[in-house]
């Protein structure tokens, strides 16, 4: 016996698809409220991208301009002008490149869609020859017909074989006139026939032609679209050839100003090692003083000297991370090419950041062209070990020479003066008479 299910109670089957379908709905919002922070932590990983990619470009443009103390700033800027518009004219002959192959790529999309344009139209052109062509053998085919349909309704056609029999003088007639008779006939049945094809070949032509005409139109909205985006990319290669002519301008500009800034590079580097000759004398002396007093214990490794300083004996120069332009060590002069110690660690900051006493101690003002507005500190015995700190390129000193300071004091203002390109501090630590790398301190 049939059973029959009342709506109360549905078919296991029914229940369990609507369970999937409740599943599938839940697992679709679910999709869309993941989807969401998808998109937002995808634009933030961007926005991430795009500010890690400034952060760079600035820390190399720092780099540079800190690995160009020792000449002028005039000397320096002429250098990180021609390198800027060397990188300049790299990323634009890049984007010419690129431009000029979407170019190429455009003009073939564009003769393609015009070459599947000139084929469609030619085939209309052909179609629309044919049906002129075949128009008169239609015209006279409906013709035809027609006066046999008008001779038929006459009765001019009802002509019975009696007709021919009883109008016949002999055999000979008769039969000639039969066989006219079955000529006339199948005259007829031909042109019917005729007239039956070439309606359907005329029905046949004019789908086709409608067709080909509806291609047409999209052909030539295809063909259109590609001409302009061809124009487009040709705008795109034009601005772009003429962005490389005015930056291969400007990097000859550049580059003429560099060799003209040159002409003094050999006094300026003349007068560069005398000041740091001069400054080293200061600081040999301040040093000698340090290690004659009483508590000096002294130490044969500057490295090994300064991590006997203790955590957070020297200070920082400024407030805030460090982040390293120049680092200490041996580096290769952009301009001279020569080898020479770096002796100190050039850290980023904006022009009037403050620096600051990174020990206690008795402020000797450093000013020469090299250094620019420069301090020594004298930080005397500290934990046994001789400690004098210098400062350069800075904008203002807030101490008047000879003057004592306590660490974390205010000493001046961070600036480019000097043989200094851009804003930097320049800070140096001489532990026992050697230089030492400030980032090795405990605390940095």
């Known amino acids: 016996m049939l059973s029959v299910r009342s709506p109360l109670h549905p078919r296991p089957g029914s229940r369990r698809l609507r369970r999937r379908a409740r599943r599938a709905l839940v697992g679709a919002a679910t999709l869309v409220l993941v989807a969401a922070p998808l998109c937002a932590g995808a634009q933030a990983d961007e926005r991430q991208d795009a500010v890690d990619d400034q952060a760079a470009a600035q820390r190399k443009q720092a780099e540079l301009a800190a690995s160009l103390e020792g000449v002028s700033a005039e000397l320096g800027q002429a250098y990180i002008e021609l390198q800027n518009a060397e990188a300049s004219l790299a990323t634009a002959q890049s984007e010419l490149d690129d431009a000029e192959t979407v170019l190429a790529q455009k003009d073939r999309e564009q003769q393609t869609a015009a070459n599947r344009l000139a084929v469609a139209e030619s085939e209309l052109a052909a179609l629309q020859e044919e049906s002129e062509q075949t128009q008169t053998t239609v015209e006279e085919n409906t013709s035809s017909v027609a006066d046999l ?56 032509r004019e789908a086709r032609q409608d067709a080909t005409t509806e291609r047409v139109g999209t052909l030539k909205a295809e063909a259109d679209a590609a001409k302009e985006a061809a124009q487009t990319a040709r705008d795109a290669a034009q601005t772009k050839r003429d962005e490389v002519a005015t930056l291969k301008s400007e990097k000859e500009t550049a580059a003429a100003n560099l060799e003209k800034q040159k002409s003094g590079l050999e006094a300026q580097q003349a007068q560069a090692a005398a000041d740091e000759e001069a400054a080293a004398a200061k600081i040999a002396e301040l040093d000698a003083a340090n290690q004659a007093a009483a508590g000096y214990t002294g130490s044969s490794s500057g490295a090994s000297a300064s991590s006997s300083l203790g955590s957070g004996a020297i200070g920082h120069p400024i407030a805030g991370p460090l982040i390293v332009a120049s680092p200490f060590g041996y580096r290769i002069h952009p301009i001279t090419g020569q080898s020479r110690l770096h002796a100190g660690v050039d850290l980023v900051a904006s022009s009037g950041t403050p620096q600051y006493a990174g020990v206690a101690g008795t402020v000797t003002h450093n000013i020469n062209s090299s250094c620019g507005n420069g301090v020594f500190i004298n930080g005397g015995v500290i934990n046994g070990q001789s400690v004098v700190l210098a400062y350069c390129h800075l904008s203002a000193i807030s101490v008047p020479n000879g003057a004592t300071v306590t660490r974390g004091q205010t000493i001046g203002l961070t600036g480019m003066t000097g043989g200094a390109t851009g804003p930097h501090v320049h800070f140096e630590v001489i532990i026992n008479g050697t230089e030492i790398d400030p980032m090795t301190l405990p605390g940095f």
């Not at 309704?153 to 003088?169: F, I, K, P």
């Not at 049945?189 to 070439?198: K, N």
């Open 149 to 204: 349909v008008v001779a038929t309704y006459q009765g001019d056609s009802a002509v019975t074989s009696w007709t021919y029999v009883l109008s016949s003088d002999s055999v000979e007639q008769l039969t000639d006139r039969a066989s006219t008779m079955e000529i006339a006939t199948g005259v007829q049945e031909s042109v019917l026939s005729a007239a039956e094809e070439e309606r359907a070949q005329a029905a046949n």
